[in-house]
Structure formats: structure tokens, C-alpha cells
């Protein structure tokens, strides 16, 4: 390794493997709280209001911590594997 280059550690989870655990976790909540999951978090994604998410396990606050764009990445890799 050069010196000039910088190192970067990770710990845990990768961020793919992050979001794809927030988005399981919002998704469970969602039909505990008896809504379609699909079309509420695609009117998340699509609008940006967080009130598509419920607050149910604290599902609203799980997906905020999330860029929409960085959950759309995630989803669209998942579905082209």
C-alpha cells in the first residue's frame, strides 16, 4: 500500500447489506400494520414523504437513515442478480 492512499476499514455489515436488512425490517412492519408493503414503500420512494412508512417498530425511523437514491440502488442490484 502506497502511503498516500488512505485505508478504509469496515465493521459489520456492508452498506448494501444494511439497507437490505432496514428495508426487510420496514417491510415486516408494514403488513404487521395490515398495509401493502410494495405500494407503500413505492410511494416512499417515489414522493420522499415518510408518512407511506409507519412508525410501527420503528419502521419511519429505520428508512430515513437511508438515502431514497441509496435504496433504489439496493433494490434495483438485488433485482438484476
Not at 419502521?59 to 437514491?69: H, N, Q, S, Y
Given at each position: 500500500m502506497n502511503i498516500n492512499e488512505t485505508?478504509?476499514?469496515?465493521f459489520g455489515m456492508n452498506r448494501d447489506d444494511q439497507i437490505h436488512s432496514i428495508l426487510t425490517a420496514v417491510y415486516a412492519a408494514l403488513e404487521e400494520k395490515g398495509y401493502n408493503p410494495v405500494s407503500q414503500m413505492v410511494g416512499y420512494l417515489l414522493s420522499g414523504d415518510p408518512t407511506y412508512i409507519t412508525s410501527h417498530n420503528?419502521?419511519?425511523?429505520?428508512?430515513?437513515?437511508?438515502?431514497?437514491?441509496?435504496?433504489?440502488?439496493?433494490l434495483v442490484k438485488s433485482y438484476v442478480k
Open positions: 485505508q478504509k476499514f469496515q420503528n419502521a419511519r425511523a429505520l428508512i430515513t437513515k437511508v438515502e431514497r437514491d441509496e435504496l433504489l440502488e439496493v
